[in-house]
Structure formats: structure tokens, C-alpha cells
């Protein structure tokens, strides 16, 4: 039997080797291409599933815990951020890459992904029911409710308020949404990498947790192609802002 488990353990594992190998394939492919933009399109196809699992797992009165929703982390590390965390801090203890100054302003559900966390089915039925153009009353931010954050360079928009009324605009696409936080990832890429299986730290390699999927282990390093291309970083910024 250990044997068994043993074998099929690996076999999994190799699995995810070689997705993660074929998916980022695609990335350096798209990256050569003469539109880089396409990677962000990458992006969306590979966590569209998620946005929407999300969503599901509240209709099945089986929301996600609270705890583990507001953890940025939980999208990439198994553990959410209990073993690391993507906001930094200076020596006097201020956030030195989550900020309230932004490359982008506003993100579409339709063309992005942004992440809502509903955790009360009660209060979702009534947004199912109370919001959105189907039942005259068309999804519109409202800044005292509404908060989303940009994580920078991977155009993700993760929702900290406003949570059910948001899976609406989400399901339905009806409305940008403005962005009120950014939560720069530059220093998280200097720190971390991943190779598919595992988050590890670069200057020696000890792992710092499992991935969550084989699917945001490479919107990660899709995320430090990005960076690491500056050129093409500028084109996408650019026709972004044109975007929306």
C-alpha cells in the first residue's frame, strides 16, 4: 500500500511539472509574440475558474472562511499567509508596496479577473435579486462600499468590501470598477519563485509553502515575465488605460 501511495503521489506531482512547464510555454510564446498584451488574457483564462468557484461555493452554503477571503496570499500559497506574507514593510513599519497610488484606475470584470468573496448566502440571494440591469437596478461602484485591489503587474482586482453585490457585476459584466488600492508585487518576485509545486525563497531555495494550484503558480511567474520585460510592460500599461 505505501508503495502504492508512494507511486501515486509522484505521478501527480509529475503531472504538475509538467502542466506548469506546457503553461508557461505558452506565456514565453505569447511574450515573443508582437502582442505581449496576450498575456494578460493568459491571466484570465487560467483564474476565470476560480472567480467563479468562489461564487459557487456560496450558493452551496459553503462560502470561503472569512479569514482565508481577506488573505491576499490564499489565490498562490497553500496556507494563505500564515507562512508568508506579500505586503512589506519598512524598517518603521509603514507598507512600502501596498499603496494608495495606482497604474490603473479602473478594472473590468469582463476582460480581467477580479475576485469577490461572498460569505453570506442570505445576503447573495438578496443580490441576486436586488442587483443588476436583469431586475432595473444596473451594478454601479459605490465609493463608500465598494473596495478593490490592483495587484500590480498582473492585473487582478481583488474585492476587500462590498463582496456580494459585487459577484453581480462579476456574473453580468455591466460596469468598471474603480480601483482604490494597489498592492505592488515587485518585491514579492524578488523574494519568491516558484517552480509549480512549491513557493521558494530565492536566495536559498527553502521552501516557503506548497502552491494552491498548478494554474496560479503560473499567473505568478507570468506575472515575473511581465516584470522582467520591461518593454513590453510599457505597451501593456499603455493599452490598458485605453482599454477602460
Known amino acids: ?11 501527480i506531482n509529475e503531472d504538475s511539472l509538467k502542466y506548469f512547464k506546457s503553461i508557461m510555454a505558452v506565456a514565453i510564446s505569447l511574450l515573443k509574440n508582437d502582442s505581449p498584451i496576450r498575456l494578460y488574457d493568459l491571466i484570465y483564462a487560467l483564474g476565470k475558474p476560480y472567480q467563479f468557484e468562489v461564487i459557487n461555493q456560496c450558493i452551496k452554503d459553503k ?3 472569512k479569514d482565508k477571503a481577506f ?3 490564499h489565490l498562490f500559497l497553500k496556507n494563505a499567509n500564515e ?3 506579500f505586503t512589506k514593510l519598512d524598517e518603521s513599519g509603514m507598507f512600502i508596496n501596498y499603496t494608495n497610488s495606482r497604474t490603473m484606475t479602473t478594472i473590468h470584470p469582463s ?5 469577490s468573496f461572498p460569505w453570506n448566502l442570505n445576503r ?10 436583469k431586475v432595473g437596478n444596473k451594478w454601479e461602484h459605490d465609493p463608500l462600499n465598494h473596495r478593490v485591489v490592483h495587484f500590480y503587474p498582473l492585473n487582478i482586482g481583488y474585492v476587500t468590501n462590498g463582496n456580494h453585490s459585487t459577484v453581480m457585476n462579476i456574473i453580468n459584466n455591466e460596469a468598471p470598477m474603480n480601483i482604490t488600492e494597489e498592492l505592488d508585487l515587485a518585491p514579492v518576485y ?25 494554474e496560479f503558480a503560473a499567473i505568478f511567474e507570468i506575472g515575473r515575465l511581465i516584470l522582467n520585460n520591461s518593454l513590453q510592460i510599457a505597451a501593456i500599461e499603455n493599452k490598458s488605460k485605453e482599454t477602460f
Do not use: W
Not at 501511495?5 to 509522484?10: A, G, V
Not at 447573495?124 to 440591469?133: P, Y
Open 1 to 11: 500500500m505505501l508503495n502504492f501511495l508512494t507511486k501515486k503521489k509522484r505521478n
Open 124 to 133: 447573495l440571494c438578496d443580490a441576486f435579486k436586488d442587483v443588476g440591469e
Open 83 to 85: 507562512k508568508y506574507l
Open 190 to 214: 524578488d523574494e519568491i519563485y516558484t517552480d509549480g509545486q512549491y513557493f521558494r525563497r530565492i536566495h536559498d531555495d527553502i521552501i516557503v509553502d506548497e502552491v494552491t494550484s498548478v
Open 71 to 73: 488573505a491576499f496570499e
Open 63 to 65: 462560502p470561503l472562511s
Open 111 to 115: 476582460s480581467s479577473l477580479i475576485f
